[in-house]
């Protein structure tokens, strides 16, 4: 089945340490998102890809980035964790046409934890 | 600026209840509106959608109507179940104005629970 995959499903790093987080999609879609959520709250976009732009979220941390080397793989780098960034982080993709975007599809998500 | 109010929880109601979740949204243009579940430690599921006005989705039982005049996208059911207990969000994109790459807005989420 097509879909988009998160791996690791869980991810403890420590404090400061840098951690990448990865997601996979056989769904060929043009568009690639990810949200932070914090628990108890709502989803929160960080930025996407279309194709190979990238759009940033006016109010994302600089301690966040993202890579996207091919339509299927698209990866979050967080470049010093801190306990404040301990959150699920999703992945998400879509088929962006002329008229619209069309099958916006989650991932599992990666819980990461700082300690 | 673009926006989704949902009623907050915890919702608790009994099994074979009817259940509605208000939600409605500020945007410019003309949002797809999507309802979507979230089970504990799982990531979002899609429940339902609608993308334009008077259209209904609806679901394994469950269902909402895009409402333009009033802005609303309510989420109903007519019985629920122990196993419908999850977070529910309502969120819009904006595929059909130009916007539609920039991702999807949410609501805080309502927690559903259902007592047997």
């Known amino acids: 089945d097509a879909m988009v995959i998160q791996n690791p499903r869980y991810q403890v790093t420590q404090f400061g340490k840098p951690v990448t987080l990865s997601c996979s999609q056989t769904?060929?879609?043009?568009?690639m998102y990810w949200y932070q959520q914090k628990s108890s709250q709502a989803p929160k976009l960080l930025f996407h890809?279309?194709?190979?732009?990238?759009?940033n979220e006016a109010d994302t941390p600089d301690n966040f980035q993202s890579r996207r080397p091919n339509t299927s793989f698209c990866f979050l780098d967080i470049r010093s964790p801190g306990l404040g960034d301990a959150a699920m982080y999703l992945c998400?993709?879509?088929?962006?046409?002329?008229?619209?975007?069309?099958?916006?599809?989650f991932g599992s998500g990666t819980r990461l934890t700082v300690v | 600026g673009n926006s989704v109010t949902q009623m907050e929880g915890p919702v608790t109601l009994s099994e074979e209840a009817f259940l509605t979740i208000n939600c409605t949204y500020t945007?410019?243009?003309?949002?797809?509106l999507f309802w979507y579940v979230q089970y504990p430690g799982e990531g979002l599921q899609l429940l339902l959608k609608?993308?334009?006005?008077?259209d209904k989705g609806s679901n394994k039982g469950f269902e909402a109507t895009y409402r333009k005049e009033t802005t609303s996208f309510h989420l109903e059911k007519g019985s629920v179940q122990v196993s419908d207990s999850a977070v529910y969000f309502c969120?819009?994109?904006?595929?059909?104005?130009?916007?539609?790459?920039?991702?999807?807005?949410f609501g805080k989420g309502t927690h559903l629970i259902i007592q047997p």
């Open positions: 890809y279309y194709d190979k732009d990238f759009n």
């Open positions: 769904l060929n879609h043009n568009v």
């Open positions: 969120a819009h994109s904006m595929g059909d104005s130009g916007g539609g790459a920039d991702g999807l807005t």
């Open positions: 945007a410019t243009g003309y949002p797809s």
């Open positions: 998400a993709t879509s088929r962006f046409v002329t008229g619209g975007t069309l099958g916006y599809t």
């Open positions: 609608a993308t334009k006005a008077d």
